[in-house]
């Protein structure tokens, strides 16, 4: 999952979810229905746009984080990305993307690609977070398939 280079990392979950992939980005997209089924970023707000800013609360923080909107393939994926401290020290970027698979199946993959030069030695700690929007993942696929 992940992939080394002198500072750059790279992290990646994804879970396969039985609906249409409309269904799942109609979903991915609808950032006010989130408190219902995630329990990692509880709130967001802004527009799923390129060059907007997204702010997002995960679980039960009280501060809002924010992120910038890279890129957008409407009904495929958007990546998101933020710096830690400055962009040479830790810089991430946050891919959400949706892929087909037969038989009305979509893969759900979220991937994170960081660098900059604190990334080697933040590497575990920021893998444990990652890791945590596995519950994203679960919470997506149990309310879509719920419906």
Not at 108 to 129: A, D, E, N, Y
């Amino acid at each position: 999952m992940e992939a080394r280079g002198s500072n750059v990392r790279r992290f990646e979950i994804q879970i396969d979810i039985k609906a249409q992939k409309e269904k799942v980005w109609e979903a991915l997209v609808d950032f006010e229905s989130y408190p219902n089924w995630n329990p990692t970023l509880t709130y967001v707000e802004g527009h799923l746009k390129s060059g907007e800013i997204l702010h997002a609360r995960f679980g039960r923080a009280r501060n809002l984080t924010a992120a910038d909107v890279e890129q957008v393939e409407e009904g495929n994926m958007f990546v998101m990305s933020r710096s830690l401290i400055h962009p040479y020290l830790v810089h991430m970027a946050h891919d959400f993307e949706l892929q087909e698979i037969e038989g009305g199946v979509t893969q759900f993959i979220q991937r994170w690609h960081c660098k900059g030069m604190l990334v080697p030695f933040l590497w575990s700690k920021m893998t444990t977070g990652m890791l945590k929007f596995e519950r994203f993942n679960r919470g997506l696929k149990s309310y879509i398939e719920g419906h």
